[in-house]
């Protein structure tokens, strides 16, 4: 199908079922698949190897240019620059196409190399006219938390499917505006779980649901680093940032004890502690403790810090083996360890280092993105995801500060705040 006739296909019949779904109530359910804009099939090359040899996954399938759907990305800081923008080389259904920034030098000079249009350029105030132009499918939103509400949106209402940048926002109140926003536009919103799309948290996600650790009874992840620099930073500021390491760093422990169980907390207690008179925490906390128990009977124990040098790692405790990434929350290097009794020598105790085939994590989580609006799916991160987390964060703050234990109702079910799994 030439290119626009088919999109325009899609487009019309994704309004057709989202509107069918969101008529009967539920934006969770998953609804029925279009027909597959299917990667071209894979090219074999003669193996190299010996079969003793790690297998390799073959060359990556993609769609052409003209058949990736379009993404403008708002906010050109340090993520959009450094990790996102460079990782469209690597997905297989996006492409860059527009941008939004209050610095018209800095995204003159980065449409440029991007090859983007410089008539798709955009700033904060004309943002809502991206709505003319056909050429965008998704905005990304990559700015600081508070601002995410706003142009999520604006996005939604200028008729664009988002993908926002955790934390979703600064309160479950924002969250659920930014949901009704989607809702309501029938768009889709994900957000931006990287980890949850990424090889080797699929595979930790994998291996605890398989009970190849036996029975989990302890989850331990550590997620911080020393924040310092300019400290003007929005950052450190609460009416930008909403929170300290918390809702920065800590978010990505909360997020893997719940991807990992599939479980929704039943007791939070917590800590917190910042140092008297350290200029960068006027505003904003610097470490958090906090405790989870889940309906299994999970323990989680986790630490956040904006003063510990950089430690982002997560262990899973089992009753016959340990796991554990160390880097687990990291962009790239992450390292999976696993600690068992030999299968062959009932005296040895093993610690295997399993090594996967790492993998892009913004193109993973932006391709997911693009086949979700492709092929008509609810997003495994959709809304609900970043609501659930911004609504324990809020309860992590409030048991801190009371020093009181909190119990939040039991939910049954598992995963019940995701979409289907990603495909790859
Ligand atoms: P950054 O400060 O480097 O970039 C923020 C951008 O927003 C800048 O271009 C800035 O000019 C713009 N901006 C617009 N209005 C602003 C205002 N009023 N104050 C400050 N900046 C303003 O931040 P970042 O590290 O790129 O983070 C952006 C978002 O991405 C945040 O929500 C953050 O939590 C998230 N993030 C996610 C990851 C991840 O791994 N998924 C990593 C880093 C950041």
Partial sequence: MP?????????????????????????????????????????????????????????????????????????????????????????????????????????????????????????????????????????????????????????????KHILCEKPMATSPAECQQMIDACKQANKKLMIAYRCQYEPYNRAMIQMVRNKELGVVQLIQADNGQNQGGDLNQWRLKKALAGGGCLPDVGIYCLNACRYLTGEEPIEISAMMHSTPGDPRFKEVEE??????????????????????????RYRVFGSDAW?????????????????????????????????????????????????CVMENKQPHTPGEEGLQDQKLIDTIYEAARTGKTIKLPAVSGLDITRGPNPTS
Avoid: W
Avoid at 295 to 301: I, R, T, Y
Avoid at 348 to 366: D, G, I, P, S
């Fill in 3 to 159: 290119e626009l006739t088919r999109r325009k296909f899609l487009t019309t019949a994704s309004l057709g079922l989202v509107a069918a779904s969101a008529a009967a109530g539920d934006m969770i359910q998953p609804v029925a698949a279009l027909p597959s804009t299917s990667l071209p099939p894979k090219i074999k090359l003669p193996p190299l190897m010996a079969p003793t040899e790690k297998e390799s996954e073959g060359p990556p399938r993609a769609l052409p240019p003209n058949e990736r759907l379009g993404f403008a990305i708002v906010g050109l800081g340090t993520l959009s620059l450094e990790e996102i923008l460079p990782a469209f080389a690597q997905t297989k259904r996006c492409k860059p196409v527009a941008l939004v920034s209050g610095s018209p030098d800095k995204a003159k000079e980065i449409a440029q190399q991007y090859g983007i249009n410089s008539k798709n350029i955009y700033n904060y105030q004309n943002y809502d006219s991206i709505r003319n132009n056909p050429a965008v499918d998704i905005i990304y939103i990559v700015l600081p938390n508070s601002m995410h509400a706003e142009y999520v949106v604006r996005g939604a209402k200028a008729g």
């Fill in 287 to 312: 470490n958090v403790n906090f405790l989870l128990r889940f309906p299994s009977g999970v323990l989680a124990n986790c630490s956040t810090s904006y003063g510990y040098h950089e430690v982002r």
């Fill in 323 to 371: 796991a554990q990434l160390d880097p687990g929350f990291a962009y790239t290097g992450l390292q999976m360890m696993v600690g068992h009794k030999s299968r062959t020598n009932s005296m040895v105790e093993v610690v295997e280092n399993r090594r996967l085939t790492e993998k892009n994590q913004f193109a993973l989580e932006m391709d997911h993105m693009a086949e």
